[in-house]
């Protein structure tokens, strides 16, 4: 197990601790719209509980994503959107702020998180600026993002179409150590 991934486990057994003893969250049951995360089915349209769910499928978009934009991707990004099927996850930051941990909710969700991240780590590439790869949004100025720094795995804040602004931590795994789930 890579120190991202144990991280990334850690804060969700966390954040499974928080949902059961506040509540889980809810979200529309849509039965065209599949996921493991859905904690019991219902009519189309019915909120239902759901909770982050460890993928057990061997995924390749990361090494299709690789190939697409013909560079070696830094691996703490495959290992983190591997790792767990989940709708957002509200966390805060040592300092306060709260962002969104973006993850894919099946897998039509992860080929659409793989076209989204073409198309950022393409647009950095067409600013002549180093590649970026985003997994979570600042909350509630959804306007900047955070994102691994595809050379060195480091963690920044960054707006589309901006260079990176600020570094908030020298790895995904000392990042993900640092957040508290929100309630």
Not at 31 to 57: F, I, L, M, T
Not at 125 to 154: C, H, W
Request: aromatic share 10%; hydrophobic share 35%.
């Amino acid at each position: 197990m890579t120190d991202t991934q144990s991280a990334l486990d850690h804060l969700m057994a966390t954040v499974l601790q928080t949902f059961e003893q506040n509540a889980y969250p809810l979200t529309p049951y849509d039965p065209d719209w599949p996921s493991p995360c859905y904690r019991h089915e219902a009519k189309p349209g019915v909120e239902v509980s759901w909770q982050p769910v460890r993928n057990a499928q061997d995924i390749d978009m990361f090494a299709r994503l690789s190939e697409a934009l013909e560079t070696k991707l830094h691996p703490s990004v495959a290992e983190y959107f591997n790792r767990y099927w989940s709708d957002p996850i509200l966390c805060r930051m040592p300092d306060g702020r709260c962002i969104s941990l973006l993850f894919a909710w099946n897998s039509d969700d992860m080929e659409r998180l793989r076209g989204n991240l073409v198309g950022h780590a393409l647009s950095k590439r067409k600013q002549k600026r180093p590649i970026t790869l985003f997994f979570a949004t600042l909350e509630p100025n959804t306007d900047y993002m955070l994102s691994v720094d595809n050379s060195d795995g480091s963690i920044w804040l960054e707006r589309p179409g901006k260079p990176p602004e600020q570094q908030l931590s020298p790895s995904l795994a000392e990042f993900l150590n640092s957040l508290e789930p929100v309630a």
